[in-house]
Each structure stands twice: as C-alpha cells, then as structure tokens.
C-alpha cells in the first residue's frame, strides 16, 4: 500500500464527495426550506446526465452540454415545483414521498422511452481524456480533476451566494425559521420556486460532470439519492455546511472502505474471510457511519435549526 | 349503505374462499397463484401499517423483516427442517429479534431521522445476505420443495392457497384485536400527542417498541409465506425499494385504517399485472395514477371510499 496509492484514493474520495455534495446541496435546502422530503430529487440527476449526454453527441462541446443540462434540468425542475411541489408543501411526509415517488416511475420511463433501456454512454472532453502527472511519479484522470475543480467551484460558488448576497440571507432565514421568515416579509413562493430550481441545476451539473464516467441509465437516480439522503443526515437536515462535511465523509468512507478495506482484512483474517466480508463491510460502512452519528447526534452533526 | 360496508369484508372473504373452486371452470387456474402473492403482501403491508398508521413510526426499512423471515424459511429448507409450524415460528422470532435491535435504536430518533436511521439497518440487513455466499450471495437460494404442515400438502398450489388465506386472515383479525386493544389505544394515542401520553405514565418507548417487534414479527411470517410461495428468496426482496412500495401500497390504501394495507397490496399489484400485458412502460401509468391520489384522495383509497359511503347513507339511506 504505497503512498501514492492512498493519494489517489484521497483525491477519488474527494471527487466523489464533491459531486455527492452537489446533489445533496439541493436537496438539503429544499427539505430545510420546503420541508419536503423530495425523492425525485435524483431523477433530476439522471435527467441533467441524459441531456448532457445527448448535447454531447450532437455538437461534440463539453462546455455546452454541461449548459444546456443544467439549463433543461432548471425548467424540468421548475415545472415540477409549480405543478406538484407547491401542492406538497401543506401536506405530511408520506403524501410528499407518494408523490415524488410517483415522479420517479414517470422519469425512468420517459427517460426509457426517450433513449431505450440500454445504459447510454457519454464522451469525455477529448482534451482531458488522458492522465497526468500531479506528482513526479503519480499519473491521475485529467477528466477526473476537472471533476474536482468544478465541484470545489460549485461549493465555493453556493458559500459565497448563501453567505455573501441578499437572496442567500432570505434562504439562510427560509431554513432556520420558515414561519418567521413569512412574518418578516419574505415573499416565500417565489423563494421556493428558487430554490428548487437552484438545486435541480446543481443536480443536473452532477449528472453531467458524472456522465461520462457513469453508465448513463434509467434507475440510476434512486441509486445516488440514497446516499446523498445519507450525507445530508449526517451532516443535519437543512444545513449547507452539513451537507459539505456529510457528502465529504460519505465520499471519503465509501472509497477508502472499497479500496482499503479487503486489503486490511487480510492482515487479520484468512484471505477468503476477507475476500467475501471485505466488500460487504465496505457497503456497509457509510451506513454504520449514519447510524453511529444519529446515536450520539440524533439532528446530525450541524442541526439547521438551533 | 352502511351494513354493506360492514359486510364488503365478509363478502370478500367468501369470494377468497370459493375463488380456487370456481377458478378452473372460469379458465382463471394461474390467478389462483396471483391472489395467493396478494394475499402475502396483503399481511407484509398490513404489518407495516400497523406501526404507520396507528404508532407514526414511518420505517423505511420494513423489507428487512420480510426478507428476512423468507430466508430464515429458506435457510431452514435447505437444512433439511421442512416442518413449517417450526419454520413459521422461527421465521418469526429472527425478525422480532432483528426488529428488536433496531427498534431499541432506532426509536430514539424523531421524524425524517428516524426514516433514514431505519433504512441505514435495512441496508446493512440487505448487504449481509449478499455476502453470505453459502446462501447464494446476490442470486440467492432456490428451495427444493415448500415447507410442509403436517397432513397437508403445500406442494399443491390450492391446498397452499387455503393456508395462506387462513394465516392471513388469522393474522389480520389479531392485529385488528390488538389496535382495539388497551394496547393498541395507546399506541394511537402516542400517535397523535406523545409527550401527553408520557405525562400520563404510559411507557412510551416499551409500547412503540412493542409495536414494531410484533410488526417485524407479523413481516417476517409473511416472508415466511413468501419463501414457500416463490420456492426462492433473494436479497432483492430487501431492497429498499421494495420497502418503499411497501410504504407506497399503505399510502394508497390508507394510512391508519383497518383494510389500507390489504386495499393497497391489490390494487399496486393488480395494476402492475394489468398495465404490464400492456405496455413494456407500465410504471407510467403507475406513477400518473399515484399522482392522482395524491392531489385528489388524500386519505387513500380506503379512506375516500370510508368518506364516500359516510356521505352516501347520511343523504340517501334509511334515517
């Protein structure tokens, strides 16, 4: 286990907890702000990774599939809160799951029916499709530093407009006492429509800066959603800077349990021991992760509201 | 109006009960198999409204328990014990032991966390039967016969009918004894003020925890069905998906009434059955149909159709 293995693994971890933290940015402000419990949330993952992938095909720009995703993903998302969303947000937690749950069937199948069944696959930029040296003796993915810059920017970016500017003041205020922040004047539709469109943009910038080292397919959404639900329980519901340092455990627990763990295992037990308890564990950990926190933490590690 | 509603069950149960005798006149021979799976879901959903519906625990994670019960039946299948009135028990007594664990823990947690903090164990349930690959790993195991009662012989897809809807209904008549209960008051009355009930001396904690062991237990014998009916179990039967739609056919038949699993465990799969003769894309239509009742019948099924005949007998029935 060399150093340069565990450097990797770092950055793998980093990468993957950026984008996590992207798609769990969104959902955390709405569930903070809407308090609605959005499990279509990564159905508009997948969908900014489908248009992204397509506009890649056709005009063969990174930069304006990116746009173009995170553009359609807006106006899918827009639609979604002006026909369903704003409906949700009297009713309890169950009626909201039923119906974005109802949202998800509806997706996977538009998406099935757009594209077909098969996984759906997504060039990379061809200038940054090689590896190179970050150290003298260490090659990494251009492509996969691309991921982790933009990520970093994307979160720079949303500390900077939720601590910095006027309309992050109002979503800081949304989250941390909804009933005041409507006393106060805060015009709160508009500021939800917002704020569900915000987060269905950063969704679809995930899925698109994922696209091409994911298999593109239909289901895919469900499958992330219930680890950024993991990161943002962690981290505590409503909170950004919860969801940063949740997504960024997740990220780093899951990769280092999936690279390190069988090896580690190894030490202690006999190899076919370790070989086949190995990957479960390392499943396992980001799970144990959460129910560890909830025990001693029961609103996560940064409760939104004091 | 009214006495039709108090006997719409009986008559159900009748037409259960005739349906196998009728059926290969009616050229309806494999639906025998289909409402028998229904009836299975029936009980799994029922279980999960009992801590839903009538305690407010919204568990993500009750797929476990069923799971769970269908492998303990396997398992024990594969061992050689084939005495279902040993392997039912058993079933249900890993997942009350299993319920039991993540009750103590997951109970003192509120709201959203407590959604999530289930589906954390259900997940962690879910990966350890993928790992157990002398039980089939990912692919899971396939039984070699169904276990047997004695006298009977569960083989014969009608005679396993018949066992299934005694147990079903069995089940579904003491649970409804148990809401009814002094017990199953409380539990509603946590439902609705908890630190009341507190203040009041109940044991809230004994009594929700209470609650989801016997619910986990009810799940895991229909797991144990589920095994024998199937004659294969696989971790998909824990996914957490397959707790959602769980949770999805209580909504849809009515969250806290007394038929809302049961109502919804048939109408979800009835129309998946249905849409998939169709169309390649039925979760479509599933999902505009869900959408429906969610803007338009808020109480679920069960509670619109309790509304509307409430509404019927009171305009046009005898006074």
């Known amino acids: 286990m060399s150093a340069t293995l565990i450097a990797e ?79 949700l947000v009297v009713r309890d937690h ?40 970050i150290l003298p003796n260490m090659l990494y993915p251009a492509y996969r530093l691309l991921i982790i810059a933009v990520g970093l920017a994307a979160a720079l970016g949303l500390y900077l407009f939720v601590t910095r500017t006027r309309a992050g003041v109002l979503v800081r205020a949304g989250a941390s006492n909804r009933q005041m922040a409507t006393l106060m004047g805060v015009r709160v539709p508009l500021l939800f429509l917002g704020v569900f469109v915000l987060g269905a943009m950063l969704a679809a910038l995930a899925g698109a800066m994922l696209g091409p080292v994911t298999a593109i397919q239909a289901g895919m959404g469900e499958q992330i959603l219930i680890l950024v639900l993991v990161c943002i329980v962690i981290g505590g519901i409503g909170s950004i800077r919860g969801a940063f340092v949740g997504a960024l455990l997740v990220g780093f627990v899951d990769t280092a349990g999936r690279a390190f763990l069988p090896t580690l295992l190894k030490i202690f037990f006999s190899p076919a021991v370790a070989s086949s308890v190995g990957p479960t564990l390392a499943a396992l950990s980001i799970y144990i992760l959460m129910a560890v926190v909830l025990v001693f933490r029961p609103a996560g590690l940064f409760p939104a509201r004091g | 109006m009214q006495s039709l509603c108090a006997r719409l069950p009986w008559l159900c149960l009748v037409c259960l009960i005739v349906f196998p005798l009728v059926a290969p006149a009616l050229n309806l021979d ?183 062991v016997l619910a986990g237990a009810v799940a895991g014998l229909a797991g144990a069905l589920l095994a024998n009916h199937n004659l294969f179990v696989s971790p998909s039967l824990m996914h957490w998906t397959a707790s959602a739609s769980l949770i999805i056919m209580v909504i849809v038949g009515g969250v806290g009434l007394r038929y809302g699993g049961v109502i919804g465990a048939v109408v979800m799969l009835w129309l998946e059955e249905v849409l998939r003769l169709y169309t390649d894309y039925w ?28 509404r019927f007998s009171k305009q046009g029935g005898p006074a």
């Open chain 1, 9 to 87: 693994q770092l950055l793998n971890g980093l990468q993957f907890g950026l984008m996590l933290f992207l798609i769990a940015a969104g959902l955390t402000l709405v569930f903070g702000i809407l308090d609605i419990l959005n499990v279509a949330h990564g159905s508009l993952y997948m969908a900014g990774a489908y248009v992204a992938a397509q506009t890649m095909q056709a005009t063969q720009s990174f930069l304006l599939a990116v746009v173009v995703s995170a553009v359609v993903t807006g106006l899918v998302g827009l639609i979604i809160e002006l026909v369903l969303v704003r409906r």
């Open chain 1, 94 to 133: 169950l009626a909201q799951v039923l119906g974005t749950f109802a949202i998800i069937l509806i997706a996977n199948d538009v998406v099935k029916m757009i594209w077909g069944p098969a996984p759906v696959m997504m060039s990379m930029p061809a200038a940054l499709s090689g590896p190179v040296h």
């Open chain 2, 30 to 212: 494999f639906y025998v198999s289909f409402v028998r799976r229904v009836l299975i879901f029936a009980l799994a959903a029922t279980s999960l409204n009992f801590i839903l519906g009538y305690g407010g625990m919204v568990a993500l994670g009750h797929a476990a328990f069923f799971g769970a019960g269908a492998y303990v039946a396997a398992i024990l299948s594969t061992q050689g014990l084939q005495q279902a009135w040993l392997g039912w028990p058993i079933a249900m007594l890993v997942s009350a032991a299993l319920a039991l664990i993540v009750g103590v823990v997951s109970l003192r947690t509120r709201g959203v966390y407590f959604i999530m903090i289930t589906l954390a164990f259900a997940q962690m349930v879910f990966y350890l039967f993928i790992s157990l690959r002398q039980y089939g790993g990912e692919d899971g195991i396939n039984l070699s016969a169904p276990l047997q009662l004695p006298g009977l012989n569960l083989a014969d897809s009608t005679t396993s009918y018949y066992v299934v809807l005694a147990v079903v209904v069995g089940c579904l008549w003491l649970m409804n004894r148990v809401i009814h209960a002094r017990f199953g008051q409380a539990l509603q009355g946590i439902r609705e003020n908890e630190a009341r009930m507190e203040a009041l001396g109940y044991p809230v904690f004994k009594i929700k925890l209470l609650a989801f």
């Open chain 2, 283 to 310: 979760h479509m239509p599933l999902g505009l149909l869900l959408l429906a009742i969610v803007l338009f019948a808020p109480r679920g099924l069960a509670g619109t159709w309790t509304s509307f005949a409430a």
